[in-house]
């Protein structure tokens, strides 16, 4: 389905909602075209191919809210979408800070920020095949020990989105995206296997990493893990690869919404305008970042994006806001809606600003520690601040890895690993909406034997 | 006030999936046979058909009120062709016959070669592991809305430290038809329900949440169980965030660990579960690959995975392939006795399939996945356990796990927690993870307690992108060594 289409829909939904006795509605549709393929050993494992479609309805009768979607779009699917919604608005109870933005404030015209690469549908299934395959070849044949395989994958989605509110706000915008990856399998000894997967994604398709680089990093990062260990229990500064930063500046985001302060559910909780973070931090969420994996001209709410800096050189400068969240805390929007049909701000694309030295030279720089490269379970409490994860990655003896490690875990609450981020390497590179260049942190407590 | 108006919002609520005996684009024998056959159009080892329909809703409080409430509705077909171990798989939320007659010849394109016949298909019965007399979704909306302001109200009177509660009903139900080219035809009804509370509390500058939730395969007749109501859970909420405001440090490194019984399942599913799953020893990833026979646990350790226990969150009576869940003996006495599989890994090893083939939802295909997986009990008395550890740490409840299938290594976060002292329990200690391997792991199994617990239905298990709702149950366990990823680095 077209966008103009998409919005004739969404108009008539609109419609039957406002007759209906909504006073206020929002309505958005989805359309997909997505093609999966895995390949194993080099033989075919997948072949996944669908179309999707869907609509999302937030409804409002004065101050009460509800939510309705179907992806059953016959006639009778979308009265029933319609019936729930206003029928679960009687259910809900009033509050008083419900209701769609301000019509002045809505974005009446916005940029065309290229999220969309029509190249992309036009990979075949035979040719998706043929790219998983060179990929996950090219991490067999870079080193003997590679032995098994999990499997290389290649993946490619287009969708369409558009968005129409009794308020007068109509958009939307098509988006692509691709994907290649592969995990390679290594035996390692006591009967362990090691793998450790590697990935690329780009919303163009030309832009993505070729599938043999792709293949032979997976490959290059599996073998470095064999003979992995613990190490002893100790304080000691840690490095962070960007795809082990990343997870932490995603639980940071988190704390940093409008909605996690008035819900009192963030160690950030009363610290605006205040240093939590070593003047090396620079936080930044930019929806107008170019080919960005989380870029978006307009908001949820319909209002125009802009590029918020949440924390300069380690002052907290401004928390993300949706309409909702800022009419809670007395505060004005930054255009950071993140759901269309839920309530809730959101990171677009959050990063860390790079600093001015390469990774190679912050392992250089460091004398012993522990250098790691992925990350394992959920140990963080954001009430608190409290983290605690496991770890894995290697040993750093006189500013050079020594040896693999895993079985560890890393721990240090969020307000104090911020503030002692020592330094913080030029790496960035969006694969993600939350991305991150190398950085390490002066001293956290690493459990082992 | 007559019944039907006290339930305004499931009026005309209808649970007939467009696929279902009589409804507009009704998938009977016949047709799936049709379907299937054109699937199989250029050959193939099987094909087979599964439809889904899901109504799921949810009520959220925060601030006293009920602040939204939403219902949304899943519907799809997709159709799978197997080809030695390769599949094509297509799916559609079209139910028009072209587009189910596209769906299929898209799923065909993985096969190059002659078609074959498909015999026609017959409905299967299945036990009913769930029956319940209204699924949640049709019971009265202000019924559950009293539910959660009674949650809120009860919370807030527990104690005036509490300065915020949060509170949601999620609910859905799940109708299934799944038809094979091996002649089967069945369809299953799958109800949930979970119920749960957050309380926030503060005091002299400090600030803890505490959650506790519940449900499975239930109807309301869930809260009417000892313990279940929306109070109970609300006051246990409190109890937790009240205990862990006094939260000191927790130690860090090598330790003797108790489990309680309960929630420490997730051990089992981490350590042990995902390890087992079929598909990664068929494909010789698994650090428990070419071990069955072999002691990969302690003599004390049986491990079991029941898809049959009465309502629980993870038990189904039929999988998403169309087989019976059964029960599965993993690990018994120690020794390694069996995997997971799904109609695809029990091809390769040549077994019969235990019924673990789930997915999420008709937009994925199947993979070998747990179900309830529970350690049973041992001799122990759960106080002598605690008594006979002098320094170590005691562990209540978990925010959740993972596990690195090739290594074996695997996490699990705690959100209550103790020091043992001298055989006492002692302070409570913050947020921390438990880090080990999972063979190392459960051979330093030392004493297991005769307390078997079943956790309540909260768990949701996340593998390759597709969650599924799991249950996991153990008695009190203690696990000699292992490491414990505190901030407090013991000196000296």
Same mark, same amino acid.
């Given at each position: 389905?077209?966008?103009?289409? %998409?919005?004739?829909?969404?108009?008539?939904v609109?419609? #039957?909602?406002?007759?209906?006795?909504a006073?206020d509605a929002?309505?958005?549709a989805r359309?997909?075209?997505?093609?999966?393929v895995?390949?194993r050993?080099?033989?075919?494992?997948?072949?996944?191919?669908a179309?999707?479609?869907?609509?999302?309805?937030?409804?409002?009768?004065?101050k009460?809210?509800?939510?309705?979607?179907?992806n059953?779009?016959t006639?009778?699917?979308?009265?029933?979408?319609?019936?729930?919604?206003l029928?679960?608005c009687?259910?809900?109870q009033?509050d008083?800070f419900?209701?769609?933005?301000?019509?002045a404030?809505?974005?009446?015209?916005?940029?065309?920020?290229?999220?969309?690469?029509?190249?992309?549908?036009?990979?075949t !299934?035979?040719?998706?095949?043929?790219r998983?395959?060179?990929?996950?070849k090219?991490?067999?044949?870079?080193?003997? #020990?590679?032995?098994?395989?999990?499997?290389?994958s290649?993946g490619?989605?287009?969708?369409?989105?558009?968005?129409?509110?009794?308020?007068?706000?109509?958009?939307?915008?098509?988006g692509?995206?691709?994907?290649?990856?592969t995990?390679?399998?290594a035996?390692?000894?006591?009967?362990?296997?090691?793998?450790?997967?590697?990935?690329? !994604?780009?919303?163009?398709?030309?832009? /993505?990493? =070729?599938e043999?680089?792709?293949?032979?990093? =997976?490959?290059?990062?599996?073998?470095?893990l064999?003979?992995a260990?613990k190490?002893?229990?100790?304080?000691?500064?840690?490095i962070?690869?960007?795809d082990?930063?990343?997870s932490?500046?995603g639980?940071?985001?988190g704390?940093?919404?409008?909605d996690a302060?008035?819900?009192r559910?963030?160690? *950030?909780?009363d610290? %605006?305008?205040?240093?939590?973070?070593?003047e090396?931090?620079? /936080?930044?969420d930019d929806?107008?970042l =170019?080919?960005?994996p989380g870029s978006r001209p307009?908001?949820g709410?319909?209002? *125009?994006t802009?590029k918020?800096v949440?924390?300069e050189r380690g002052?907290?400068?401004?928390? *993300?806001?949706?309409?909702?969240g800022?009419?809670?805390?007395?505060?004005a929007?930054?255009?950071?809606?993140?759901?269309a049909t839920?309530?809730g701000?959101?990171?677009?694309?959050?990063?860390?600003?790079?600093g001015?030295?390469?990774a190679e030279?912050?392992?250089?720089?460091t #004398?012993?520690?522990?250098?790691?490269?992925?990350?394992?379970?959920?140990?963080?409490?954001?009430?608190?601040?409290?983290?605690s994860r496991?770890?894995y990655?290697?040993?750093?003896e006189d500013?050079? *890895?020594?040896f693999p490690?895993?079985?560890?875990?890393?721990s240090?609450?969020?307000?104090e690993?911020f503030?002692s981020?020592?330094?913080?390497a030029?790496?960035?590179e969006?694969?993600?909406?939350?991305a991150?260049?190398?950085f390490?942190v002066a001293?956290?407590?690493i459990?082992?034997s | 006030?007559?019944t039907v108006?006290? &339930?305004?919002?499931?009026?005309?609520?209808s649970?007939?999936?467009?696929? @279902?005996?009589?409804a507009?684009?009704e998938?009977? &024998?016949?047709?799936?046979?049709?379907l299937l056959?054109?699937?199989?159009?250029r050959?193939?080892?099987?094909?087979?058909?599964?439809?889904?329909f899901?109504?799921?809703?949810?009520?959220?409080?925060?601030?006293?009120?009920v602040?939204?409430?939403?219902?949304?509705?899943?519907v799809?077909?997709?159709?799978?062709?197997?080809?030695?171990?390769a599949?094509?798989?297509?799916?559609t939320?079209d139910?028009a016959?072209?587009s189910?007659?596209?769906?299929?010849e898209?799923?065909?394109?993985?096969?190059?070669?002659q078609?074959r016949?498909?015999g026609?298909?017959g409905? $299967?019965?299945?036990p009913?592991r769930?029956?319940?007399?209204?699924?949640?979704i049709?019971?009265s909306?202000h019924d559950?809305r009293?539910?959660?302001l009674r949650a809120?109200? +009860?919370?807030?009177?527990a104690?005036a430290?509490?300065?915020?509660?949060e509170?949601?009903?999620?609910e859905?139900?799940?109708?299934?038809?799944?038809?094979?080219?091996?002649?089967?035809?069945?369809?299953d009804i799958?109800p949930?329900?979970?119920?749960?509370?957050r309380?926030? &509390?503060?005091s002299?500058?400090?600030?803890?949440s505490?959650?506790?939730?519940g449900g499975?395969?239930?109807?309301?007749?869930?809260?009417?169980q000892?313990?279940?109501?929306?109070e109970?859970?609300?006051?246990?909420?409190?109890?937790l965030?009240l205990?862990m405001?006094d939260a000191?440090?927790a130690?860090?490194?090598?330790?003797e660990?108790?489990?309680?019984?309960g929630?420490?399942?997730?051990?089992l599913?981490?350590?042990?579960?995902?390890?087992?799953?079929?598909?990664?020893?068929?494909?010789?990833v698994?650090?428990y690959?070419?071990?069955i026979g072999?002691p990969?646990?302690? @003599?004390?350790?049986?491990?079991v995975?029941?898809a049959?226990?009465?309502?629980n969150?993870?038990?189904?009576?039929v999988?998403?392939?169309?087989n019976v869940?059964t029960?599965?003996?993993?690990?018994?006495?120690?020794i390694?006795r069996?995997?997971?599989?799904?109609n695809?890994s029990a091809s390769?090893? $040549?077994?019969d399939?235990?019924?673990?083939?789930?997915?999420e939802?008709?937009?994925?295909?199947?993979?070998?996945r747990m179900?309830?997986?529970?350690?049973?009990?041992?001799p122990?008395d759960?106080?002598?356990?605690?008594?006979s550890?002098?320094?170590?740490?005691?562990a209540?409840r978990?925010?959740?796990?993972?596990?690195?299938? +090739?290594?074996?290594?695997?996490?699990?976060s705690?959100?209550?927690?103790?020091?043992?002292?001298?055989g006492?329990?002692?302070a409570?200690?913050?947020?921390v993870?438990?880090?080990?391997n999972g063979?190392?792991a459960?051979?330093?199994?030392?004493?297991l307690?005769?307390?078997?617990?079943v956790?309540?239905?909260?768990?949701?298990?996340?593998k390759?992108?597709q969650?599924?709702?799991?249950?996991?149950?153990c008695?009190?366990i203690?696990?000699?060594?292992?490491t414990?990823?505190?901030?407090?680095?013991?000196k000296?």
């Amino acid at each position: 389905m077209d966008s103009t289409k %998409l919005l004739e829909l969404c108009d008539d939904v609109l419609g #039957r909602l406002m007759a209906g006795g909504a006073s206020d509605a929002k309505v958005v549709a989805r359309t997909g075209q997505d093609l999966s393929v895995r390949v194993r050993l080099g033989e075919v494992e997948l072949v996944e191919e669908a179309g999707t479609q869907s609509i999302a309805i937030r409804c409002f009768k004065g101050k009460r809210v509800a939510t309705a979607s179907t992806n059953d779009l016959t006639a009778a699917g979308l009265r029933r979408a319609v019936g729930d919604a206003l029928e679960l608005c009687d259910l809900a109870q009033e509050d008083p800070f419900a209701g769609l933005p301000d019509p002045a404030a809505l974005a009446s015209a916005y940029p065309d920020m290229r999220l969309y690469d029509p190249a992309c549908g036009s990979i075949t !299934a035979g040719e998706a095949v043929e790219r998983a395959r060179r990929c996950e070849k090219a991490s067999l044949d870079f080193d003997p #020990r590679i032995t098994n395989s999990e499997g290389g994958s290649f993946g490619r989605t287009q969708g369409g989105f558009v968005m129409a509110t009794s308020g007068g706000f109509r958009g939307g915008y098509n988006g692509s995206y691709a994907s290649v990856s592969t995990s390679p399998v290594a035996a390692d000894e006591g009967g362990k296997n090691r793998t450790s997967g590697y990935w690329s !994604a780009k919303r163009f398709l030309h832009q /993505l990493e =070729a599938e043999d680089a792709v293949g032979r990093e =997976a490959a290059r990062r599996t073998v470095a893990l064999l003979g992995a260990r613990k190490v002893p229990t100790q304080e000691a500064p840690v490095i962070f690869d960007p795809d082990a930063a990343r997870s932490l500046l995603g639980a940071f985001a988190g704390c940093v919404t409008g909605d996690a302060i008035y819900r009192r559910s963030s160690f *950030l909780l009363d610290r %605006l305008g205040e240093t939590v973070a070593s003047e090396l931090v620079t /936080l930044i969420d930019d929806p107008l970042l =170019a080919d960005g994996p989380g870029s978006r001209p307009f908001d949820g709410d319909g209002l *125009l994006t802009r590029k918020n800096v949440v924390v300069e050189r380690g002052v907290l400068k401004t928390w *993300l806001l949706d309409t909702y969240g800022a009419r809670k805390l007395g505060m004005a929007s930054t255009g950071s809606a993140a759901s269309a049909t839920g309530s809730g701000a959101g990171v677009s694309n959050f990063y860390l600003a790079p600093g001015g030295v390469s990774a190679e030279a912050l392992l250089r720089d460091t #004398r012993r520690g522990l250098y790691v490269t992925g990350m394992m379970g959920f140990g963080f409490n954001a009430v608190t601040g409290d983290f605690s994860r496991g770890a894995y990655g290697y040993w750093v003896e006189d500013g050079a *890895l020594a040896f693999p490690v895993s079985e560890v875990t890393i721990s240090l609450n969020f307000k104090e690993l911020f503030a002692s981020i020592d330094g913080v390497a030029d790496d960035l590179e969006f694969k993600s909406g939350v991305a991150s260049p190398t950085f390490r942190v002066a001293k956290m407590t690493i459990a082992g034997s | 006030m007559s019944t039907v108006q006290s &339930a305004p919002a499931q009026q005309g609520l209808s649970l007939q999936a467009p696929f @279902a005996p009589g409804a507009p684009y009704e998938i009977d &024998a016949e047709r799936a046979q049709k379907l299937l056959a054109i699937a199989l159009r250029r050959g193939g080892d099987a094909a087979d058909l599964f439809a889904e329909f899901v109504v799921g809703g949810s009520l959220v409080l925060e601030e006293t009120i009920v602040k939204s409430a939403s219902r949304g509705v899943s519907v799809g077909v997709g159709i799978r062709v197997r080809r030695g171990m390769a599949a094509g798989y297509a799916y559609t939320e079209d139910l028009a016959w072209e587009s189910l007659v596209r769906c299929a010849e898209t799923a065909a394109q993985i096969a190059e070669g002659q078609g074959r016949e498909v015999g026609p298909v017959g409905l $299967k019965t299945h036990p009913e592991r769930y029956r319940v007399a209204a699924p949640s979704i049709l019971a009265s909306g202000h019924d559950k809305r009293e539910l959660l302001l009674r949650a809120d109200a +009860a919370a807030r009177a527990a104690d005036a430290r509490v300065q915020r509660v949060e509170a949601s009903l999620a609910e859905s139900y799940r109708e299934i038809l799944i038809a094979t080219s091996e002649g089967v035809f069945v369809r299953d009804i799958q109800p949930m329900m979970r119920f749960g509370v957050r309380a926030i &509390a503060e005091s002299g500058g400090k600030r803890q949440s505490g959650s506790s939730g519940g449900g499975g395969r239930f109807g309301m007749e869930y809260f009417a169980q000892p313990q279940k109501d929306a109070e109970s859970h609300a006051r246990e909420a409190v109890r937790l965030a009240l205990a862990m405001l006094d939260a000191r440090e927790a130690p860090a490194g090598e330790m003797e660990v108790v489990l309680g019984p309960g929630d420490s399942g997730i051990l089992l599913h981490e350590a042990v579960g995902h390890g087992l799953e079929a598909d990664f020893n068929r494909k010789g990833v698994s650090n428990y690959s070419g071990r069955i026979g072999t002691p990969v646990a302690s @003599a004390l350790c049986t491990v079991v995975d029941r898809a049959d226990l009465d309502h629980n969150r993870g038990s189904i009576n039929v999988d998403d392939e169309g087989n019976v869940g059964t029960s599965t003996t993993l690990i018994e006495n120690g020794i390694l006795r069996g995997y997971l599989h799904d109609n695809f890994s029990a091809s390769h090893f $040549k077994l019969d399939p235990t019924g673990n083939g789930r997915r999420e939802s008709f937009r994925a295909t199947p993979l070998p996945r747990m179900t309830n997986t529970l350690l049973l009990a041992g001799p122990h008395d759960h106080d002598e356990i605690i008594r006979s550890v002098k320094k170590g740490i005691y562990a209540q409840r978990f925010g959740g796990g993972q596990v690195d299938i +090739a290594s074996g290594d695997f996490v699990f976060s705690l959100s209550e927690a103790y020091l043992i002292e001298d055989g006492k329990l002692t302070a409570p200690v913050k947020d921390v993870n438990l880090i080990g391997n999972g063979p190392d792991a459960l051979s330093k199994v030392t004493m297991l307690g005769n307390n078997l617990e079943v956790s309540d239905g909260i768990w949701t298990c996340g593998k390759d992108g597709q969650s599924v709702p799991v249950g996991v149950g153990c008695p009190t366990i203690k696990i000699a060594s292992m490491t414990v990823g505190g901030t407090a680095v013991q000196k000296g």
